[in-house]
């Protein structure tokens, strides 16, 4: 065998062997969402340090209104475009982050006061800001904000699918909404995680533990960390990243898209 030959069945053999479904590790990805300040201040760093990829749905830019210096960029700016260079997913929230009034929303952002036609703005236009952001990904995932995609009684996430303007849909779910067969799942409502205020460690990871028992994929949805909505504490937080660096022989952790492109694939 040449020498060419043997490098060629080495490097194939290295790439599937290292493959989720090769190895039975479960594919775990860890999303936050809305574009809150501690995820700047917290949970970026925490994820630079070990190393580990995450996606963030942003809905418009927080902070980046202007700076209290003339000239200077927002320190939100600066922060997005830096986690997009670093590897992390930045994905679409909508603008406004439209849910039910009954959820306390006031009417003038209230999902009842919203036509399909004005949603679809919202999602090109928060497109069109992450590109400036994130200038190398071209096609963008999705959060259904309170995790809602009925306006009107109409379900819109294949419309946004049939338009181009977005590519995969993360929905809401609890503790046992755990993708185990990857032919049926639906691409634009791949269920999730809502982690709850006060989340624990051993929460967080007896639905990892769970996730690789059932040899699948399971979607965090996070808000707050060390503060602000649905806050999970940062020593929480940190933990439970060490424990999944720790742990990489079980567990793929991955931004969405990647694992979304992995099992559609497959």
Known sequence: MNVKLTWIMVLLFAVVSSSPAQTKKAIICLTYDDGLETQLSTVIPQLNAAGLKATFFLNSIQGS?????????????????????????????????????????????????????????????????????????????????????????????????????????????????????????????????????????????????????AAGMGVYQFHGVGGQVFAISKETHQAFLDYLKANQDKYWVTTFSAAMDFITKK
């Open 65 to 213: 209104s202007g700076s209290s210096v003339i000239g200077q960029t927002p320190e939100a700016v600066i922060g997005w475009t830096n986690a997009a260079t670093n590897g992390h997913e930045l994905a679409n929230h909508t603008l406004f982050h439209a849910c039910p009034e009954k959820l306390g929303w006031e009417k003038s952002v209230a999902i009842e006061t919203y036509s399909i036609d004005k949603l679809v703005t919202e999602i090109k236009t928060e497109n069109t800001l992450l590109a400036l952001l994130d200038p190398g990904r071209k096609q963008r995932s999705f959060a259904y904000p309170c995790n809602n995609f009925l306006i009107g009684g109409v379900d819109y996430s294949s419309i946004i699918q049939e338009q181009g303007l977005v590519k995969y849909g993360r929905a809401g779910g609890d503790s046992s909404s755990i993708v185990t067969t990857f032919k049926q799942v639906n691409t634009m409502k791949v269920p999730s995680w809502h982690v709850w205020t006060g989340t624990t460690l051993k929460q967080l990871i007896n639905f990892a533990e769970n996730v690789q028992k």
